[in-house]
């Protein structure tokens, strides 16, 4: 590794529809199970909408909001598998979330201070239950959060303040969240379509998810480490990507550097199952010249699941790769970009140790993060 210092995943989490461990998600991905359903008259709301809802009984903690509750869990079962202190002042908290305690504004909703809305408290409310002494820090950069936060705890990391990062993302719909989507016409009717010729939108969903990362001089070949990461922003418009996927294809040059692009297993795309979403990204990719590389995309089967997507969808790739398996595009049957990338139809075996995770956002925000098992030899 030429005496470069490496950011090593010990541990993770994933909590969403599909299952309370990363395990359990991993299984029911695996044979094709999808959480997304079709609600109707559901929060009030007048039109019919489908998504992938956590079973809000799960979590009966008055002290905690659902949000707040879910993240709790995902750490604590994230930290069953690391041994350390989160009392500790080297131990930070990261919280990667788009809309956090958002329903709050609802005045009917009662047993909770209007300032729990922010996201700064709410974070300190999670860190404050596991005794931890730092200022929690919040990432809210659109759909992009989860690959940010990974790359801000890869940053402290790197300056030696902290011995180890817990990083957290998260999401849980609500009537204002799914009403506003409703409002840009971009929810699917039907459940979504990554990258298809008849995709008609994307779906929302519910998730938290857990990466705690620490730094070390040598890995093991099974240790996964975070290679590298960038944010790249065209600020093409406020909802609508780059025509020529600008900051997706600098942010995936970055990452890939001199690496051989066949070492690559896969792409696991931000796919969201939009007409421009996909289009973008699919120029992205070719560009960069991954156009003969698998992509994927995992939202057939929870969502997009916002503030919690970068980092559910890294835990289930390295899960994948774990497996020697290339998961699935659940919803694809026909290539409907102008590219011709190598989307999946279903999951492949693979040996190769490393993929690329992907995601785009409002604003023109785009990030890219290298994952490799073992580091690159």
Known sequence: ?????????????????????????????????????????????????????????????????????????????????????????????????????????????????????????????????????????????????????????????????????????????????????????????????????????????????????????????NEWCAYRGAIRNDANHISGPSRTGEGSYRALKYVLGDIDIQKIAFVNAHGTATPYNDEMESIAIDRAGLSNVPVNSLKGYYGHTMGAAGILETIMSMQAIDDNNILATRGFETLGVSRNINVTNQNQPTEKRAFIKLLSGFGGCNAALLMTKGGLQ
Not at 72 to 99: G, M, Q, R, W, Y
Not at 101 to 123: H, I, S, W
Not at 189 to 198: L, M
Request: proline share 4%; charged share 20%; net charge neutral.
């Open 1 to 221: 590794m030429g005496g470069r210092k490496m950011i090593v995943s010990i541990a993770n989490n994933i909590t969403s529809p599909l299952g309370m461990t990363t395990a359990e998600n991993y299984a029911a991905v695996k044979t094709g199970k999808s959480a997304l359903r079709r609600y109707e008259g559901h929060w009030g709301l007048p039109e019919a909408f489908v998504a992938s809802l956590i079973d809000r009984s799960l979590f009966s903690d008055t002290r905690y909001t659902i949000v707040e509750q879910a993240v709790i869990h995902s750490v604590a079962k994230a930290l069953e598998n690391a041994n350390i202190d989160t009392a500790s002042p080297k131990v930070l908290f990261i919280l990667s979330t788009t809309k956090g305690n958002v329903f709050l504004l609802d005045k009917r909703e009662k047993g909770f201070p209007q300032e729990r809305v922010r996201l700064g408290m709410m974070a300190r409310q999670i860190a404050s239950y596991f005794h931890n002494p730092n200022e929690p820090i919040v990432v809210s950069n659109a759909c992009i959060s989860g690959v940010c936060a990974q790359i801000e705890a890869m940053r402290h990391l790197e300056s030696g303040n902290y011995d180890y990062v817990i990083v957290s993302g998260v999401d849980i719909q609500s009537a204002f969240i799914v009403s506003g989507f409703q409002s840009f016409k971009a929810l699917s009717p039907e459940e979504c379509k990554p990258f298809d010729a008849n995709r008609h939108g994307l779906n929302l969903g519910d998730a938290a998810a857990t990466i705690i990362y620490t730094r070390k001089d040598t890995v093991s070949e």
